[in-house]
């Protein structure tokens, strides 16, 4: 099976600590798997894999050059209270697990590595520090590091590490400093092979998230900075300086502009070391800038005599701050603000920007930032000298909680995506010079529910499911038709039709059709003109108006772009069910959509039609269920409906009549399987009337309808777990039905099946390190993909529970004859 993986969507999860830059590998947690990035990769492929293993959770993320191996080694810390440790294959570029440390009893949350020294260190939730020695080693099995565990420190009194940092001082005595959920920070130093209490550094007054360490200068004797970021919203510098005498400090305590902070700014000095290895640690300066919560802080410039180290803060008031020390005189000052203005009203939870920055990175060279803030999305920046500014480059995006459904649209243009972050994503294609990539190209819908199931009623228009216990309907709008398009090298002859763009009314939940703008003055003229106040409940938002130049792009949209003005304009609502929505299916000539709700007693366990031209409600209701509808499925000519629920049975409703929305139950089975039945999908026309549907018993079963009042089963494939999603290929492969299916272990397989004598033809599974490390939510064969560009090639889509969205393109498919 020839296939190729060409896309993986996901979002990074929010951890200060959970990510990290080293050479070209960008790698950070996302749900208990680690992402695999390049951000300068000229072609911005995206995320080139996922390392899976963890159990939870990634909280911690540590990339180094190992100088024994030559090798890039990767550490990973998890909520499941294990280490891992990654080698990169020289050759292939990918990561290798070789390690799993269990000796914590509570969440990592912190690691730090010196790999000249070779000495790790790792922080919990139970309180402790552990201290290991890395012996690397190149064995016949290939290379490999020996851990081996030193020491082990119980922090008194308790509290759980978020921050470490580890340095070599001027005298090559190693000192590392450690903080988290108190107001002060603690520096070891080491003694022999261990390491002990060396001093406090007081004057924080919240939780500390972020600790680091640079060298001043490159002269040899130059002191260390320590850099700590905390939740009372300052950046604190610390100075390491050799010898008992104290350096020359600028006297910012007695600076009368700080007025009562200069209370707070004591420079008592700490003396670390004995004898001829003597340190003194004193306060160096308070940064001041940020006005919520500083989540990193990150030294770049190591040794650069010329213009000394730069820091870069990240935090959640939506900004990013690079501060350098003037020459002259000493300060420290903010020379560059990137990000959002927080200040703003459009930066509301609506628009995805409450909770700000968690992570910010320099790249290895200092010409590049990247950071990532809550909706689980990297933004990336890099410095033009002729410029003399920092400008935004195409970064990625994902969800950051479970992606519970996938639909393409009817024509096959796009892929849309929802899941339990709240969040509706669009993801399309970006062709150039050669080149054709995946991108989030709009963010249609942005809610307060988790959202459960979404569908395609036509290619301008989907609806989608929530735990809201109603349906929304939405329309495409204009601008984003005409990107896609743009990007896309194809005509979209609807994009005149369409309403221009859409946003979230200021207090309002329902996203509103609006026009774009020309120009500023444009904008406010058409607010006076209409007589709206900032007290109207619908008043427009001024920051979210959006312009026509706005999307007039030639590149996918930037997360500020995608959160704010790629919204899709609400057609409608539908109500009915009286719990929340668990499935929806739309007809394939897009006359009718069918819904279900969560359910415990028959009354709920109905199934509700809709006519799309009206949108009223077609009664009856649809009974047959007792329990939970978890999905449902018209057969491709539209004369079925079929539905699998957790009481164990399917049920098959027929169409009265052609055209008509009347559909009426011929079949049920009610022991269809063994325990309850998660998915089912309608094998292509051309094959009769069969279908599949996957249970929760391990198996997968064909049925064939013979008449109108009897089904046959003809094929159970068994599957290693249960099968939780499945999906034909929507026409015939060299005569054979294609069933894709997946599992609750993340396992995906591809089965042909032979309609002649209903024979498993073949059976391939995809590679392990290309699926999900989680429950497969759901499968989709992209429609209309041949095409003279691809010949024979078919795209593939696998939502999962592991926060992932993957996108396959096959050459060939079991069963497929070439020749």
């Known amino acids: 099976m020839n296939k190729t993986l060409d896309f993986i969507a996901a979002g990074g999860n929010r951890h200060p600590s959970a990510a990290d830059w080293n050479s070209d590998v960008l790698a950070f947690g996302t749900g208990n798997n680690i992402a695999i990035w390049n951000p300068h990769d000229p072609q911005a492929h995206g995320i080139n894999s996922l390392l899976s293993g963890h159990t939870d959770i990634v909280n911690v993320v540590k990339l180094y050059r190992d100088p024994k191996l030559q090798r890039q080694v990767l550490l990973s810390g998890s909520a499941d209270k294990t280490i891992r440790l990654w080698i990169r294959d020289t050759d292939t570029g990918s990561f290798t697990a070789t390690q799993t440390l269990t000796e914590h009893t509570a969440s990592v949350n912190a690691i730090a590595v010196l790999p000249d020294a070779g000495l790790l260190i790792t922080g919990a939730a139970d309180a402790t520090l552990k201290i290991w020695r890395l012996e690397p080693l190149t064995a016949e099995s290939g290379p490999h590091i020996e851990v081996k565990l030193i020491q082990s420190i119980s922090l008194t009194p308790r509290f759980f590490p978020l921050a470490l940092a580890i340095t070599r001082l001027s005298d090559a005595q190693i000192v590392f400093a450690v903080a988290g959920t108190t107001s002060s920070l603690r520096v070891f130093v080491q003694k022999g092979d261990l390491f002990a209490h060396g001093a406090i550094l007081t004057g924080h007054e919240g939780w500390i998230r972020s600790l680091d360490f640079v060298q001043e200068s490159s002269a040899e004797d130059s002191d260390i900075l320590l850099a700590?970021?905390?939740?009372?919203?300052?950046?604190?510098?610390?100075?390491?300086?050799?010898?008992?005498?104290?350096?020359?400090?600028?006297?910012?305590?007695?600076?009368?502009?700080?007025?009562?902070?200069?209370?707070?700014?004591?420079?008592?000095?700490?003396?670390?070391?004995?004898?001829?290895?003597?340190?003194?640690?004193?306060?160096?300066?308070?940064?001041?800038?940020?006005?919520?919560?500083?989540?990193?802080?990150?030294?770049?410039?190591?040794?650069?005599?010329?213009?000394?180290?730069?820091?870069?803060?990240?935090?959640?008031?939506?900004?990013?701050?690079?501060?350098?020390?003037?020459?002259?005189?000493?300060?420290?000052?903010?020379?560059?603000?990137?990000?959002?203005?927080?200040?703003?009203?459009?930066?509301?939870?609506?628009?995805?920007?409450?909770?700000?920055?968690?992570?910010?990175?320099?790249?290895?060279?200092?010409?590049?930032?990247?950071?990532?803030?809550?909706?689980?999305?990297?933004?990336?920046?890099?410095?033009?000298?002729?410029?003399?500014?920092?400008?935004?480059?195409?970064?990625?995006?994902?969800?950051?909680?479970?992606?519970?459904?996938?639909?393409?649209?009817?024509?096959?243009?796009?892929?849309?995506?929802?899941?339990?972050?709240?969040?509706?994503?669009?993801?399309?294609?970006?062709?150039?010079?050669?080149?054709?990539?995946?991108?989030?190209?709009?963010?249609?819908?942005?809610?307060?529910?988790?959202?459960?199931?979404?569908?395609?009623?036509?290619?301008?228009?989907?609806?989608?499911?929530?735990?809201?216990?109603?349906?929304?309907?939405?329309?495409?709008?204009?601008?984003?038709?005409?990107?896609?398009?743009?990007?896309?090298?194809?005509?979209?002859?609807?994009?005149?039709?369409?309403?221009?763009?859409?946003?979230?009314?200021?207090?309002?939940?329902?996203?509103?059709?609006?026009?774009?703008?020309?120009?500023?003055?444009?904008?406010?003229?058409?607010?006076?003109?209409?007589?709206?106040?900032?007290?109207?409940?619908?008043?427009?938002?001024?920051?979210?108006?959006?312009?026509?130049?706005?999307?007039?792009?030639?590149?996918?949209?930037?997360?500020?772009?995608?959160?704010?003005?790629?919204?899709?304009?609400?057609?409608?609502?539908?109500?009915?069910?009286?719990?929340?929505?668990?499935?929806?299916?739309?007809?394939?000539?897009?006359?009718?959509?069918?819904?279900?709700?969560?359910?415990?007693?028959?009354?709920?366990?109905?199934?509700?039609?809709y006519d799309t031209k009206t949108w009223h409600e077609v009664k009856p209701t649809l009974a047959a269920h007792n329990l939970t509808v978890t999905s449902i499925t018209f057969s491709p000519d539209d004369n079925y409906l079929l539905s699998t629920g957790r009481d164990r049975q399917w049920a098959l409703f027929k169409r009265e009549e052609a055209n008509s929305t009347v559909y009426k139950l011929r079949v049920s089975n009610p022991k269809g399987h063994s325990r309850m039945i998660l998915n089912c999908s309608w094998a292509p026309q051309a094959a009769g009337s069969v279908f599949a549907t996957a249970g929760r018993d391990k198996s997968v079963k064909i049925w064939q309808v013979q008449t109108e009042s009897t089904v046959e089963c003809k094929v159970t494939i068994p599957t290693t777990a249960a099968a939780t999603a499945l999906a034909f290929v929507p026409d015939l492969v060299s005569g054979n039905m294609v069933l894709a299916y997946g599992t609750e272990d993340g396992t995906v397989s591809i089965s042909a099946i032979s309609g002649n004598d209903w024979a498993v033809v073949e059976t391939t599974n995809i590679d392990k390190n290309d699926t999900p490390s989680a429950s497969v939510n759901a499968l989709r064969w992209r429609p209309n993909v041949d095409g003279d560009d691809k010949p024979g090639q078919r795209q593939f889509a696998i939502a999962s529970e592991d926060h992932s969205l993957r996108l396959f393109t096959f050459a060939a498919l079991p069963g497929q004859n070439l020749g």
């Open 228 to 609: 700590s970021a905390s939740q009372d919203k300052y950046i604190r510098l610390w100075r390491f300086h050799k010898g008992s005498e104290l350096p020359a400090t600028a006297s910012a305590a007695n600076d009368p502009t700080l007025g009562a902070l200069g209370k707070s700014l004591s420079n008592k000095a700490h003396y670390i070391g004995e004898d001829n290895s003597t340190h003194s640690i004193t306060f160096e300066a308070l940064l001041i800038g940020h006005e919520d919560w500083i989540y990193t802080a990150r030294w770049c410039g190591e040794g650069q005599a010329s213009s000394g180290p730069r820091l870069l803060t990240a935090s959640a008031d939506n900004s990013l701050a690079i501060w350098e020390q003037e020459t002259e005189s000493g300060i420290w000052a903010c020379t560059a603000r990137l990000g959002e203005i927080s200040s703003q009203k459009g930066s509301t939870t609506a628009t995805g920007s409450t909770g700000g920055f968690w992570v910010g990175l320099w790249s290895p060279e200092g010409s590049a930032i990247v950071s990532l803030g809550r909706t689980g999305s990297w933004r990336v920046w890099s410095y033009h000298s002729s410029e003399d500014r920092w400008l935004q480059q195409i970064g990625i995006t994902g969800h950051v909680r479970e992606v519970k459904d996938i639909a393409w649209s009817r024509d096959g243009a796009y892929l849309m995506s929802t899941g339990s972050d709240q969040t509706t994503r669009l993801y399309s294609e970006w062709k150039r010079s050669g080149v054709t990539t995946w991108y989030e190209m709009s963010r249609p819908q942005i809610h307060g529910y988790d959202l459960n199931c979404l569908d395609s009623i036509k290619s301008t228009q989907f609806i989608s499911g929530a735990d809201e216990k109603l349906l929304r309907v939405f329309n495409k709008p204009g601008a984003v038709a005409k990107l896609m398009s743009k990007l896309g090298g194809t005509e979209d002859t609807s994009a005149s039709d369409l309403p221009e763009a859409a946003n979230i009314p200021v207090l309002g939940l329902s996203n509103k059709a609006v026009a774009t703008a020309t120009s500023e003055e444009e904008a406010a003229e058409e607010l006076a003109t209409n007589g709206q106040s900032s007290n109207d409940r619908d008043a427009v938002d001024p920051v979210a108006i959006t312009h026509k130049s706005t999307l007039d792009l030639d590149h996918p949209p930037f997360e500020d772009h995608l959160a704010r003005h790629t919204l899709w304009p609400e057609h409608e609502k539908l109500y009915g069910h009286g719990y929340e929505i668990s499935a929806v299916a739309a007809s394939h000539d897009g006359s009718l959509v069918a819904t279900a709700c969560r359910a415990s007693s028959i009354d709920h366990a109905v199934i509700r039609l």
